[in-house]
């Protein structure tokens, strides 16, 4: 005997069992493969994903799975910068303290992008928030303590800005007040 199946009975002994040598299971495939099968928003490009959009939009029909798909493709995208903007504050800290810190706070900041993300996304899909809102909320809300943590390290161990970054933010607020005209310096 090669094997068995246990298969539950209603009867008092409660269980049936069939011993085998050869077991042949017989599939239909031609019918489980010529059956067509709706693509998935995630299986699409992004321009049959536009496409499903304005179908479902032109019949009336809510569309805010496809929506909540194509603004993910961008916002998993950004999420690299958004990354990056967390992860140099954090590397240019002094290694006084544990060296493991950096890798657990790193895994922790993964966990909660990717907890934010996939509630967004059951949110989004449920039509209870705005597709593009649900899938972007992770990268805004992990930009800030990303521009916190620039601003805190453009200050120096001093706590005061170091001079590179005090020309730079003088700079920037100047742009601001002349309206992001282009200075009147020569150019040549």
């Known amino acids: 005997v090669e094997g068995s199946i246990y ?88 290694s006084r303290a544990v060296h493991s810190w950096g890798f657990s706070v790193s895994l922790g900041l993964i966990f909660v992008y990717y907890a934010l993300l996939t509630l967004g996304q059951n949110l989004g899909e449920r039509g209870t928030v705005h597709p593009g809102a649900a899938v972007w909320l992770p990268n805004v809300l992990l930009s800030i303590p990303a521009l916190f943590l620039f601003r805190r390290i453009g200050r ?23 309206g992001c005209r282009p200075s009147n310096r020569s150019r040549g």
């Open 7 to 94: 298969t539950g009975s209603s009867r008092k002994n409660g269980f049936q069992e069939t011993r085998f040598s050869t077991y042949d299971i017989n599939l239909d495939l031609e019918h489980a493969l010529a059956t067509p099968r709706a693509k998935e928003p995630n299986e699409t490009g992004i321009a049959e994903l536009r496409a499903a959009i304005a179908r479902k939009t032109a019949a009336g029909q809510p569309a805010f799975a496809e929506r909540v798909e194509f603004h993910r493709r961008f916002s998993i995208a950004f999420a690299c910068l958004v990354f990056a903007a967390l992860g140099i504050p954090l590397g240019v800290r002094p």
């Open 156 to 178: 120096g161990p001093t706590g005061r800005r170091s001079a590179v970054v005090e020309r730079w933010v003088a700079t920037v607020r100047a742009r601001i007040r002349n």
